[in-house]
């Protein structure tokens, strides 16, 4: 069983459209991450939710929307996609945020290009 | 800026050698952990060292850990092919979950 699972795992769409991916995570854990890693592989956190609220969003556009119906899902709503948005966005999990030592699980990724 | 980052970016050696991976940060950590990346995978977490901790095993993977000059380093020993791939370290921040990555070390293992 997949413990972190997002959908789809690429995504092509072409400027302006607006997108979603979906992500669910079957660890029971509290909290849920996306991070965005561009092409140089730089990785950096966009939002962190815990038992569905919002506790980080890390200065991103306002086109970037995260929804989390409940602590299992977090999925991620794009308005007026732009080139610059083309990226691999993690999914990922821990068991609680407000615990330093915990790690981290990921999602395999969901390549979006945008054309 | 917040960012670590490692030494070397990139690392070619044989099977069967030893690869090592530096990774410095700017802040106080409470811990450090090691992320492997596959090609077109996710990140898999590897070992979590606390400030506390000099050292930690897990397997052929040996990490160090040295807060006074903000660096750690992870020593994979007997390399394998199956080993190719990138390696993060990664600090959390505060609260909320947070890690901070490294920009990585793509290792490459030659059969």
């Known amino acids: 069983d997949t413990a972190v699972s997002q959908t789809p795992k690429y995504l092509v769409t072409q400027m302006g459209n607006d997108k979603s991916i979906k992500c669910e995570q079957n660890l029971g854990h509290d909290t849920m991450y996306w991070y965005k890693q561009d092409s140089k592989k730089f990785l950096k956190i966009m939002f962190s939710?815990?038992?569905?609220?919002?506790?980080i969003n890390e200065t991103v556009p306002n086109r970037f929307s995260p929804k989390s119906p409940d602590k299992a899902h977090l999925n991620l709503h794009i308005n007026s996609l732009e080139l610059g948005d083309s990226a691999v966005y993690f999914c990922?999990?821990?068991?609680?945020?407000?615990?330093?030592?915990?790690?981290?699980?990921f999602g395999q990724g969901t390549r979006l290009t945008v054309v | 800026s917040q960012q670590g980052e490692e030494d070397p970016q990139a690392l070619s050696i044989q099977e069967g050698e030893n690869a090592t991976m530096n990774c410095s940060y700017k802040?106080?950590?409470?811990?450090l952990q090691w992320y492997r990346q596959n090609s077109g995978r996710g990140l898999v977490h590897l070992i979590l060292i606390r400030s506390n901790e000099r050292e930690k095993h897990s397997g052929r993977l040996r990490v160090t850990l040295d807060t006074s000059k903000k660096s750690s380093s992870l020593l994979i020993t007997a390399s394998r092919a199956a080993d190719t791939a990138s390696y993060f370290c990664?600090?959390?921040?505060?609260?909320?979950?947070?890690?901070?990555f490294g920009q990585g070390t793509e290792l490459s293992v030659k059969p």
């Open positions: 939710y815990n038992n569905k609220e919002l506790i």
């Open positions: 802040t106080s950590i409470n811990n």
């Open positions: 990664a600090t959390p921040y505060n609260q909320g979950g947070k890690l901070i």
């Open positions: 990922a999990s821990s068991q609680d945020s407000g615990t330093l030592n915990t790690e981290a699980f």
